[in-house]
């Protein structure tokens, strides 16, 4: 099949790339001008073979090969970078079903974005048909403490230090039939939620320093729900948790379908695409 010329291109200038967000069908005009991106600068699109991809110009004296290794490795300057890739790809994700891009996908030009969405035509528009009235939602599971009676600990006799032993040995027990019960819960309840949603992923569970609970993360999913359905996966979510009490479940969303869409098998992330 031959495609028409790839629309919507800005002229090539060779002190700039565009760092990729996402791929629509289309976009309306009103949410590129709301929408900012990563220097600031309002987003653009760049259209062929029937999809759009919606970038950022950025210099690549900060964002080119060498600029984004070492920017990489600065947390500060990646969680600006992050948060700014997230807003677009969030505002795309409300108007329409949106394939996001990875983190730091830039391209020397418009001509290597179009190319993508030529090359990878079938793959994304697939995608976006499988996505399209659908959100990712997540579920996040927290151990109750207390929710698991301690064990009593065993008579006997031998002395105080025998006794803080017994009560030391206890004390451990309990703590382990705890986390074997909060598990098995998270379990049932990840089992439960896949079974209505679309599609399920189960993440590993997030370090309290990320997460900034008290508790330890049981449970870290991610939902696809049809969105006339949404109402009942929330419902039951509330059943589950009224089930479980050994665990606190925490709705959250709608995200952009980040966890359901395929990494590419031919591309590293972080890298500057070169021309042909």
């Known amino acids: ?62 964002y080119g090969e060498e600029a984004l290794r070492r920017n990489l490795e600065d947390l500060a300057w990646l969680e600006r970078a992050a948060r700014a890739h997230h807003a677009v790809v969030d505002a795309l994700s409300r108007a329409g079903a949106v394939v996001p891009a990875r983190l730091a996908t830039v391209h020397h030009g418009d001509e290597g974005v179009a190319r993508v969405l030529v090359e990878r035509h079938d793959e994304l528009a697939a995608t976006l048909d499988r996505l399209d009235g659908r959100g990712e939602w997540g579920v996040k599971g927290y151990a109750v403490p207390g929710a698991v009676p301690r064990a009593e600990a065993p008579a006997g006799g031998g002395g105080a230090g025998a006794a803080y032993l017994r009560r030391r040995r206890a004390q451990l027990t309990a703590r382990e039939e705890g986390q074997r019960i909060a598990a098995e819960a998270a379990a049932a309840v990840h089992e439960a939620l896949a079974g209505y949603a679309v599609a399920a992923r189960r993440h590993a569970p997030q370090d309290r320093r990320l997460s900034g609970a008290a508790t330890a993360m049981v449970l870290n999913g991610a939902y696809l729900v049809d969105r006339p359905r949404l109402k009942g996966f929330s419902a039951l979510v509330d059943a589950l948790a009224d089930r479980h009490p050994e665990i606190r479940l925490e709705l959250t969303g709608p995200w952009p379908p980040y966890s359901f869409v395929a990494e590419p098998t031919t591309e590293a992330a972080h890298t500057v695409r070169e021309p042909a």
Not at 6 to 18: H, I, K, L, N, V
Not at 26 to 40: K, N, Q, S
Request: glycine content about 12%.
């Open 1 to 62: 099949m031959t495609w028409p010329e790839p629309a919507g291109t800005a002229a090539a200038d060779p002190r700039t790339g565009a760092w990729l967000h996402g791929v629509v069908r289309d976009v309306e005009p009103g949410t590129l001008a709301a929408t900012a991106g990563l220097e600031g600068d309002r987003v653009r699109a760049v259209r062929a073979a029937g999809l759009t991809a919606v970038v950022s110009t950025v210099p690549l004296s900060a």
